[in-house]
C-alpha cells in the first residue's frame, strides 16, 4: 500500500519540493523558495530531519534563490540553485553537513564560457566530473579535481557539451552510467553523451544518441537495475547490463508500473510522469506535480511445486454485482459514453483485479461457458488458472471478491503441478499490474475465436445525429455492430487473411496500391515491405468511432466508421462486408486507392473472403441473424425499414469469387 510524504510531515504548511535524492536511509527534498531550504527525511523511522538552512552554514551562508536539482555522489551534496547561478558542493560524510566550494561565479554574467553559471538547470557528478546544464543550450563541465575550496566561486570549466532542447528552467534530469551521461527533459526528450569524448576546452561535444518522447527521468538503482519514467508516466525498469548504442533504451523492460493504491483509498490511481525518481529498499519514490509517494513495489516469490491442486470456482449467479450492458433501453448518453461502453477487439472477454475484486466483462452477444481465468505473473512464463467460471452472459459484467492470501495456491495450466505466491496478500495494493489475465476456455468453440483476434482496436459509439446524414445509434444497433466488428477483426486475425494480403498478387491479379493508383512509386504499387507495414497497422488499427449512416452506403477516413441499416442484417446475407470493408479501408486510402475501388484490392478481398466462410458453416464468431434477431426489429424502430427481398438472399450462395480459386489451387495446411 502506498502513501504520501506531504508537507504536514515536515510540519509545514505548503511546500515546492522540485527534486530529491536518496543517500541511506536520509531522503532529501528540495524545498524550491525565494529562500529554499533542503528538506530531510529518515526513511527507515519515517520522521522528518532537521532542514538544511543554506544561511546556517558556515563558508556559505548565503540564500537558495529556487532549487531545481540535487545529487549526492562520494559523500558530497550538490545542490544547484538556479536563481543564485551557482552549484554548492557540501559534504555530508558526517553528522553536520559543511560546506566545500561553489561551481560558478554566483552572477549569470561574466565570462559565461569559461566560468560563470548562467542559471543552474540540474546538477549530477560521477568521479571524474560534475555535470551542470545551464539556459544556453549546454552542458558545463567541471573536473572533479578542480572542486576545492581554494576555487570557490572562479573553477574554470573544463568542457561544454551541447544540450539543444534546455533553456529557461528546463528541469533536465541527468544520470551517468558508465561512459555515457543520459540526459532527459520533462518532454521526454533524452540525449547521451559519451564521457570519453570529453576533452579541455572542448566546446559543443554532440550527442552520440537523441530520441524524443522518450523519458523524462532515468534512474540508475544499485540493484543492478535502471528505472525510467516514461512520457505517459509508466515507470519501467531495464536491466543496466542491457543498456547499449543501437537505442537509447534496451528492447525488453523487467518490470512495468502503471497504477498504484494510496492508504485510505480505494480505487487506484495512475502514475503521474515523474518529475524525480529513486529507490528505497523495495520502494519506489516518486515525485510528481509537487507531491512524492513512496509506493512498494513487490516482487512475488513463486513456489512451483508438483503438488496438485484444485482451482478456486466461481458461479456467475453468486457475482457480488452483475450489469449488463448494450441492453435496449439503454440510454443513448450512456452509450455513446465511451469511458463506459468501449471494447477492445482482442479483449471481447476481459478480466481485472482491483484490490480483492475481480472483474469480468463479456462483449460477446452469445453466452460463453466452462471458463478459466487464466493468470499469468508478469515476467514469467507460467500461466495458472486463478479461478474456474461456469458461464458469462452476452454484454454483461460481473465482479467477484476474491479473496487470495500467501497461501492461495493456483494450479499450472499444464497440469504439472502448482504455485503458491509468496507475497501475494500485499499485491492487491502493488503499483503494478502484477498479474496478466485472460480468460479463455478449452471447450467453448466461440471463445477459442474470440482469443484468435489479434487485431488491437477499441471500439466504441459515436454521438453523430445529423438529418439524412447520420442516425442516432439505439442499442440493438450497438450489439449488431458489435458482432460485425468482431467478425470483420476475426476474419482479418486469420491465417487465411494473412495468406492472401501476402500473396495480393496471385490472388487478385494485381499488387495492392496507394492514392496514385496502379503505378509504379511511392503511393502506387506496393513493394514487399508495404505488405509487411499495412498488414501490422490494420491489426494495431488504434479507435474506431462507429455510427449509423443514412446516405445509401456508409462513410468512412480517420476514426470514422459509419454504416446504413441495411448492412445490419445484410451482412449475414448477400450485401457482405463489402461496404464495410470499403468504410474501414478509407482511414488509409481514397477511392483511386486499392483500399475502396469496387474490385481490386481490400474491398473485394475482404468481402470474397466473408462469402468465402460463408460457406463454411461455424467458420466465423457470428453467423446466424438470429441471435441478435437485427432484422425482425420493426421498421419503426430503426433508422430505415428492412428490406425483405434483402433478408432472403443467402449468403453461401455468392458467386465463385478469386478468394474461393486461391483457396480450391492453394489450401490452407489443416490446422
Ligand atoms: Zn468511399
Request: hydrophobic residues 35%; proline residues 4%; neutral net charge.
Given at each position: 500500500?502506498?502513501?504520501?510524504?506531504?508537507?504536514?510531515?515536515?510540519?509545514?504548511?505548503?511546500?515546492?519540493?522540485?527534486?530529491?535524492?536518496?543517500?541511506?536511509?536520509?531522503?532529501?527534498?528540495?524545498?524550491?523558495?525565494?529562500?529554499?531550504?533542503?528538506?530531510?527525511?529518515?526513511?527507515?523511522?519515517?520522521?522528518?530531519?532537521?532542514?538544511?538552512?543554506?544561511?546556517?552554514?558556515?563558508?556559505?551562508?548565503?540564500?537558495?534563490?529556487?532549487?531545481?536539482?540535487?545529487?549526492?555522489?562520494?559523500?558530497?551534496?550538490?545542490?544547484?540553485?538556479?536563481?543564485?547561478?551557482?552549484?554548492?558542493?557540501?559534504?555530508?560524510?558526517?553528522?553536520?553537513?559543511?560546506?566545500?566550494?561553489?561551481?560558478?561565479?554566483?552572477?549569470?554574467?561574466?565570462?559565461?564560457?569559461?566560468?560563470?553559471?548562467?542559471?543552474?538547470?540540474?546538477?549530477?557528478?560521477?568521479?571524474?566530473?560534475?555535470?551542470?546544464?545551464?539556459?544556453?543550450?549546454?552542458?558545463?563541465?567541471?573536473?572533479?579535481?578542480?572542486?576545492?575550496?581554494?576555487?570557490?566561486?572562479?573553477?574554470?570549466?573544463?568542457?561544454?557539451?551541447?544540450?539543444?532542447?534546455?533553456?529557461?528552467?528546463?528541469?533536465?534530469?541527468?544520470?551517468?552510467?558508465?561512459?555515457?551521461?543520459?540526459?532527459?527533459?520533462?518532454?521526454?526528450?533524452?540525449?547521451?553523451?559519451?564521457?570519453?569524448?570529453?576533452?579541455?576546452?572542448?566546446?559543443?561535444?554532440?550527442?552520440?544518441?537523441?530520441?524524443?518522447?522518450?523519458?523524462?527521468?532515468?534512474?540508475?538503482?544499485?540493484?543492478?537495475?535502471?528505472?525510467?519514467?516514461?512520457?505517459?508516466?509508466?515507470?519501467?525498469?531495464?536491466?543496466?547490463?542491457?543498456?547499449?548504442?543501437?537505442?537509447?533504451?534496451?528492447?525488453?523492460?523487467?518490470?512495468?508500473?502503471?497504477?498504484?493504491?494510496?492508504?485510505?483509498?480505494?480505487?487506484?490511481?495512475?502514475?503521474?510522469?515523474?518529475?524525480?525518481?529513486?529507490?528505497?529498499?523495495?520502494?519506489?519514490?516518486?515525485?510528481?506535480?509537487?507531491?512524492?509517494?513512496?509506493?512498494?513495489?513487490?516482487?512475488?516469490?513463486?513456489?512451483?511445486?508438483?503438488?496438485?491442486?484444485?482451482?478456486?470456482?466461481?458461479?456467475?449467479?453468486?457475482?457480488?454485482?452483475?450489469?449488463?450492458?448494450?441492453?435496449?433501453?439503454?440510454?443513448?448518453?450512456?452509450?455513446?459514453?465511451?469511458?463506459?461502453?468501449?471494447?477492445?477487439m482482442d479483449?471481447?472477454?476481459?478480466?481485472?483485479?482491483?484490490?480483492?475484486?475481480?472483474?469480468?466483462?463479456?462483449?460477446?452477444?452469445?453466452?460463453?461457458?466452462?471458463?478459466?481465468?487464466?493468470?499469468?505473473?508478469?515476467?514469467?512464463?507460467?500461466?495458472?488458472?486463478?479461478?474456474?467460471?461456469?458461464?458469462?452472459?452476452?454484454?454483461?459484467?460481473?465482479?467477484?471478491?476474491?479473496?487470495?492470501?500467501?497461501?492461495?495456491?493456483?494450479?499450472?495450466?499444464?497440469?504439472?503441478?502448482?504455485?503458491?505466491?509468496?507475497?501475494?496478500?500485499?499485491?492487491?495494493?502493488?503499483?503494478?499490474?502484477?498479474?496478466?489475465?485472460?480468460?479463455?476456455?478449452?471447450?467453448?468453440?466461440?471463445?477459442?475465436k474470440l482469443?484468435q483476434i489479434k487485431a488491437k482496436w477499441?471500439i466504441?459509439?459515436?454521438?453523430?445525429?445529423?438529418?439524412?446524414?447520420?442516425?442516432?445509434?439505439?442499442?440493438?444497433?450497438?450489439?449488431?455492430w458489435?458482432m460485425m466488428m468482431t467478425n470483420l477483426a476475426y476474419m482479418l486475425s486469420t491465417p487465411e487473411f494473412e495468406t492472401l494480403w501476402f500473396n495480393h498478387k496471385a490472388v487478385m491479379g494485381h499488387d495492392f496500391f496507394g492514392n496514385d493508383g496502379q503505378v509504379e512509386g511511392p503511393n502506387g504499387f506496393f513493394q514487399p515491405e508495404d505488405y509487411v507495414r499495412i498488414y501490422r497497422e490494420i491489426l494495431n488499427r488504434n479507435e474506431i468511432?462507429l455510427?449509423?449512416t443514412?446516405m445509401g452506403g456508409g462513410l468512412g477516413g480517420g476514426a470514422v466508421l459509419g454504416v446504413d441499416?441495411w448492412l445490419f442484417y445484410g451482412h449475414y446475407r448477400l450485401s457482405g462486408y463489402r461496404i464495410i470493408a470499403h468504410e474501414f479501408g478509407h482511414h488509409w486510402g481514397g477511392h483511386n486507392s486499392a483500399w475502396a475501388m469496387s474490385n481490386y484490392g481490400f474491398e473485394a478481398m475482404v468481402d470474397w473472403l466473408n462469402f468465402y466462410f460463408q460457406r463454411r458453416p461455424g467458420s466465423i464468431p457470428y453467423m446466424?441473424?438470429?441471435?441478435?434477431?437485427?432484422?425482425?426489429?420493426?421498421?419503426?424502430?430503426?433508422?430505415?425499414?428492412?428490406?425483405?427481398?434483402m433478408?432472403?438472399g443467402v449468403a453461401l450462395t455468392a458467386p465463385w469469387n478469386k478468394v474461393d480459386e486461391y483457396f480450391k489451387n492453394n489450401p490452407m495446411p489443416k490446422q
Amino acid at each position: 500500500m502506498g502513501s504520501e510524504l506531504t508537507a504536514g510531515n515536515f510540519g509545514l504548511k505548503t511546500w515546492n519540493s522540485t527534486a530529491m535524492v536518496v543517500n541511506g536511509d536520509v531522503l532529501y527534498i528540495a524545498n524550491s523558495q525565494a529562500e529554499s531550504n533542503i528538506l530531510r527525511y529518515d526513511l527507515k523511522q519515517k520522521r522528518a530531519l532537521s532542514a538544511i538552512d543554506p544561511v546556517k552554514i558556515s563558508g556559505l551562508a548565503k540564500k537558495w534563490d529556487s532549487l531545481n536539482d540535487l545529487e549526492i555522489q562520494a559523500g558530497r551534496l550538490y545542490v544547484a540553485n538556479y536563481g543564485s547561478n551557482r552549484i554548492d558542493i557540501l559534504d555530508i560524510s558526517s553528522e553536520q553537513p559543511s560546506f566545500i566550494m561553489a561551481l560558478g561565479t554566483g552572477v549569470w554574467w561574466g565570462d559565461a564560457l569559461n566560468y560563470s553559471l548562467v542559471h543552474s538547470n540540474a546538477v549530477t557528478a560521477d568521479d571524474r566530473y560534475v555535470y551542470v546544464p545551464d539556459i544556453e543550450g549546454r552542458i558545463n563541465v567541471w573536473r572533479q579535481s578542480d572542486v576545492t575550496a581554494q576555487n570557490h566561486l572562479k573553477a574554470r570549466k573544463f568542457a561544454r557539451l551541447s544540450l539543444p532542447g534546455c533553456a529557461r528552467n528546463c528541469n533536465a534530469r541527468m544520470e551517468v552510467m558508465g561512459d555515457y551521461l543520459y540526459t532527459s527533459l520533462p518532454d521526454g526528450m533524452t540525449y547521451v553523451h559519451d564521457i570519453n569524448q570529453i576533452q579541455e576546452n572542448g566546446n559543443n561535444i554532440t550527442p552520440i544518441l537523441t530520441e524524443t518522447n522518450l523519458s523524462a527521468v532515468m534512474h540508475r538503482h544499485n540493484d543492478g537495475l535502471v528505472y525510467v519514467s516514461r512520457n505517459d508516466g509508466t515507470v519501467e525498469s531495464y536491466r543496466e547490463k542491457s543498456f547499449n548504442l543501437d537505442s537509447i533504451l534496451p528492447n525488453k523492460s523487467e518490470d512495468t508500473f502503471r497504477d498504484y493504491i494510496l492508504k485510505g483509498q480505494n480505487q487506484s490511481s495512475r502514475i503521474a510522469k515523474a518529475s524525480d525518481l529513486y529507490i528505497y529498499g523495495q520502494n519506489l519514490l516518486h515525485m510528481a506535480n509537487q507531491k512524492i509517494h513512496i509506493l512498494p513495489m513487490l516482487t512475488l516469490q513463486q513456489n512451483k511445486s508438483t503438488q496438485l491442486n484444485q482451482a478456486m470456482i466461481l458461479t456467475e449467479s453468486q457475482a457480488r454485482e452483475r450489469s449488463r450492458v448494450l441492453q435496449d433501453g439503454e440510454s443513448w448518453e450512456t452509450l455513446t459514453n465511451s469511458s463506459q461502453r468501449h471494447v477492445y477487439m482482442d479483449k471481447i472477454l476481459s478480466a481485472t483485479l482491483n484490490g480483492n475484486r475481480l472483474h469480468l466483462q463479456s462483449y460477446s452477444a452469445v453466452p460463453v461457458r466452462d471458463l478459466q481465468i487464466r493468470a499469468k505473473i508478469k515476467n514469467s512464463e507460467d500461466w495458472v488458472i486463478l479461478a474456474k467460471l461456469d458461464q458469462l452472459t452476452p454484454f454483461s459484467k460481473a465482479n467477484f471478491g476474491l479473496k487470495l492470501t500467501d497461501q492461495s495456491r493456483f494450479p499450472l495450466l499444464d497440469g504439472t503441478g502448482s504455485i503458491q505466491l509468496a507475497g501475494l496478500s500485499q499485491t492487491t495494493q502493488n503499483p503494478s499490474n502484477v498479474f496478466d489475465l485472460k480468460i479463455s476456455s478449452e471447450t467453448d468453440e466461440h471463445v477459442k475465436k474470440l482469443n484468435q483476434i489479434k487485431a488491437k482496436w477499441k471500439i466504441y459509439f459515436g454521438t453523430y445525429d445529423e438529418p439524412n446524414k447520420w442516425c442516432r445509434i439505439t442499442p440493438v444497433y450497438a450489439r449488431e455492430w458489435v458482432m460485425m466488428m468482431t467478425n470483420l477483426a476475426y476474419m482479418l486475425s486469420t491465417p487465411e487473411f494473412e495468406t492472401l494480403w501476402f500473396n495480393h498478387k496471385a490472388v487478385m491479379g494485381h499488387d495492392f496500391f496507394g492514392n496514385d493508383g496502379q503505378v509504379e512509386g511511392p503511393n502506387g504499387f506496393f513493394q514487399p515491405e508495404d505488405y509487411v507495414r499495412i498488414y501490422r497497422e490494420i491489426l494495431n488499427r488504434n479507435e474506431i468511432n462507429l455510427g449509423i449512416t443514412n446516405m445509401g452506403g456508409g462513410l468512412g477516413g480517420g476514426a470514422v466508421l459509419g454504416v446504413d441499416t441495411w448492412l445490419f442484417y445484410g451482412h449475414y446475407r448477400l450485401s457482405g462486408y463489402r461496404i464495410i470493408a470499403h468504410e474501414f479501408g478509407h482511414h488509409w486510402g481514397g477511392h483511386n486507392s486499392a483500399w475502396a475501388m469496387s474490385n481490386y484490392g481490400f474491398e473485394a478481398m475482404v468481402d470474397w473472403l466473408n462469402f468465402y466462410f460463408q460457406r463454411r458453416p461455424g467458420s466465423i464468431p457470428y453467423m446466424d441473424p438470429n441471435v441478435n434477431t437485427f432484422h425482425l426489429t420493426p421498421d419503426s424502430a430503426l433508422c430505415q425499414g428492412v428490406n425483405q427481398n434483402m433478408v432472403k438472399g443467402v449468403a453461401l450462395t455468392a458467386p465463385w469469387n478469386k478468394v474461393d480459386e486461391y483457396f480450391k489451387n492453394n489450401p490452407m495446411p489443416k490446422q
